[in-house]
């Protein structure tokens, strides 16, 4: 079993910054596949980004990328998401999830996921 604690979440206006954290903790984190989802209120949860357990591989949907960076430290159980330049429709609950696996999945099918931290960006 995996805990997983998001954190990070705020109010910011467009083209400012947020870096959110994930605290993982049970299973050794080094084995699983760690990955950000989103929830813009009123719409179906969508991917963001992903990485390996060696953080030597990453995925990322169009929208973010040149803007976000996933990123982990598994000395410390955290993966992060580095968010900048960001834009109203970046507004949504952000997911931390994980599985197992070598490779990035970037459809739901995770078997852990947190309680989700708000992200607003304003106008």
């Known amino acids: 079993q995996v805990q997983l604690v998001e954190s990070g979440g705020g109010l910011v206006q467009a083209g400012g910054s947020l870096r959110l954290s994930c605290a993982a903790s049970?299973?050794?984190?080094?084995?699983?596949?760690m990955g950000w989802f989103r929830q813009p209120s009123g719409k179906e949860r969508e991917f963001v980004a992903a990485?390996?357990?060696?953080?030597?591989?990453?995925s990322y949907v169009d929208s973010v990328k040149g803007r976000f960076t996933i990123s982990r430290d598994n000395a410390k159980n955290t993966v992060y998401l580095q968010m900048n330049s960001l834009k109203p429709e970046d507004t949504a609950v952000y997911y931390c999830?994980?599985?197992?696996?070598?490779?990035?999945?970037?459809?739901?099918?995770?078997?852990?996921w947190g309680r989700g931290t708000q992200v607003t960006v304003s106008s």
């Open positions: 999830a994980a599985r197992g696996g070598l490779q990035i999945v970037t459809t739901p099918d995770y078997d852990h």
């Open positions: 049970g299973r050794a984190f080094t084995t699983i596949i």
């Open positions: 990485i390996n357990f060696s953080g030597g591989r990453t």
